[in-house]
């Protein structure tokens, strides 16, 4: 698993979401694909690109020498929890979200998808043909609004 798969999986769980679940998913996004970790071998490392693109903040949410007063508070990497916890555009972040891989991130973000948000319909990416496949039949309604 990639972080571009990663990153369309919550694309794709956009499609036909309502605007609060398209808020929720920008959460686990900006906690996710911009600022998250991962475990290898019992050790975090980044993933997120704004993490990775800061080497201050790098250090701040990576290093063990961080004194004590400053250290950030690091949680399991729940989609449900991210999609509601709040995050500084300006400093470092208070709070990060650790997978065990990003194969699991994956997985979790993909259940969560499945059975938090209410959405028409469900899409997957064929990358053999590089289409979206829906699962049902989907009505464009004209003017918005049904």
């Known amino acids: 698993m990639t972080l571009p798969t990663f990153s369309q999986e919550i ?31 019992g050790v975090k490392k980044a993933y997120g690109a704004g993490l990775l693109s800061s080497f201050g903040e790098l250090e701040y949410a990576c290093s063990n020498d961080t004194p004590e007063d400053e250290t950030p508070e690091f949680l399991p990497w729940n989609p449900e929890v991210a999609a509601r916890t709040e995050f500084p555009i300006t400093t470092y972040q208070p709070v990060y979200f650790v997978a065990e891989s990003l194969q699991d991130a994956k997985q979790r973000m993909r259940r969560y998808c499945e059975e938090a948000l209410s959405r028409p319909f469900y899409a997957v990416h064929n990358s053999q043909n590089d289409t979206i496949h829906i699962d049902r039949p989907v009505r464009r309604i004209k003017g918005g609004s049904p």
């Open 11 to 41: 694309g794709l769980a956009s499609l036909g979401a309502s605007d609060d679940d398209i808020e929720k998913l920008a959460h686990c996004y900006w906690h996710s694909v911009e600022f998250g970790l991962c475990k290898e071998d």
